[in-house]
């Protein structure tokens, strides 16, 4: 069975500054799909950053950026220049390759930017 | 763009009704999903459908039963509602393997 584990349950950063949200998963497939998703207050679930772990290349969107250490089974999000629009919950995902019809999310971590 | 809808942002229902919560999917996706997000729980699979008539349980279906009758359209519903399910429900559709989901904007769901 797939786990994915956020540590954080809640976090915050001043406006511009950088922050980090920490995501681990168990699992042994050796192909799989990674993602980052934002819940904003009262707002709709979106989609932030995805990775394919055959891909050692870390992805980015923008100022949103992940780590991500297969060995270690690590997958960091990394918002750099925080703004208050970047309040939201976020939630760590892990899709399998094979299915691409079941999703397992980590608990959320809950960010505050503060102005 | 994607449009996930659902049919109630809010709903207050009595112990022991029956209760229906409709999601439709205008992009022709061929999976839909629903969530339970609880705090601290993160978003938990209840059911998922990848064709019509075709469905899954997750990993908490006690309680609920789906349909999905039309490709767009996804149904969960509660047959005889509890305090116990109280909470948010997510609906999200992919279109297929390698996709992410797409989420609707939730039901916040409460039962007294």
């Known amino acids: 069975a797939q786990t994915v584990t956020q540590s954080q349950p809640e976090m915050s950063v001043q406006e511009a500054e950088t922050v980090t949200l920490s995501c681990t998963y168990d699992?042994?497939?050796?192909?799989?799909?990674l993602f980052w998703y934002k819940q904003p207050p009262s707002r709709q679930m979106i989609l932030v950053i995805r990775q394919e772990a055959y891909k050692q290349q870390n992805a980015t969107e923008n100022r949103f950026s992940v780590n991500f250490q297969k060995a270690a089974k690590s997958f960091s999000l990394k918002i750099s220049d925080s703004q208050l629009g970047d309040t939201a919950m976020y939630f760590c995902?892990?899709?399998?390759?094979?299915?691409?019809?079941?999703?397992?999310f980590g608990t959320g971590t809950s960010l505050t930017v503060i102005p | 763009d994607v449009k996930v809808t659902q049919s109630s942002r809010y709903l207050v229902k009595r112990t022991g009704e029956k209760v229906f919560l409709e999601c439709v999917q205008d992009?022709?996706?061929?999976?839909m999903f629903w969530y339970r997000q609880d705090p601290g729980l993160g978003l938990r699979l209840i059911y998922f459908s990848y064709d019509v008539k075709m469905k899954e349980k997750g990993d908490i279906p006690e309680g609920y039963s789906v349909s999905r009758e039309k490709k767009e359209r996804f149904s969960l519903i509660l047959e005889s509602a509890s305090t116990n399910q109280t909470s948010m429900y997510l609906c999200?559709?992919?279109?297929?393997?390698?996709?992410?989901?797409?989420f609707g904007p939730g039901t916040r769901l409460t039962v007294l």
């Open positions: 992009m022709d996706h061929e999976n």
């Open positions: 999200a559709s992919n279109p297929g393997t390698t996709d992410t989901q797409y």
């Open positions: 995902a892990f899709m399998k390759s094979d299915t691409g019809n079941q999703f397992y």
């Open positions: 699992t042994s497939e050796s192909n799989y799909y």
